[in-house]
């Protein structure tokens, strides 16, 4: 019989390999309950405010912007806890070395962009870009530590 | 670091999700410490070392490889 569980909390009576179907059950569960939440935030914005989201001068109400930013806050704090609670020392550190490679693209590209924005060769850097830039690295990193 | 967990489980007929939950980490992660790819850290080593009820060092190997800390 088992001796400890994911929290490292004696578990009698569960053998380990349920005691691991059920980790893994808790952490699809709290990935499925994070998209299911963030749906509606990225199906508000997909169909009111899209065709403007790159146009850097216009405004969107208010109220909206705040409700997403703090549903994005609640997620991404809240996903991060309940995960944090779920995932072993092997996926902390395939998850530290990602984040280490996304801000070293993120420190190489912005400051040669914003350089070659001043001598005038390329537009002026995207904030958008430079995210969605972090976050494809990121998880292509996650991906490369993973299946290595 | 070379270690002699596979053929320790493999003594007791332990798939490596079944160690993974007697240790409380995923399967995905019983296998990066076999084939090498991770070492474990000091409380899960400890951990492991209860579990089989033998010493880290009748576990893991240094394998002396230079790897120690030089001046």
New interface residues.
Partial sequence: M???????VSEPG????????G??RRKLTILALIFVLAFPAGFVVGFTEAEELLISEDRWPPALALGLSFAYLGLVLGGALALSRQ?????R?ITYKAVNVAAGAYAIVYPVWFLWWKGGFVTEPMHLALYAGFLIVFALASLFY?F? | MKNRLRVLRAERGWSQAELGGRLGVSRQAVNAIETGKHDPSLPLAFRLARLFGLAIEEIFEDGGNGSEWRV
């Fill in positions: 088992a001796e400890m569980g994911a929290s490292g569960l053998s380990g390999e349920a005691i691991e179907r980790r893994r995932v072993d020392e092997v996926e550190m993973r290595r």
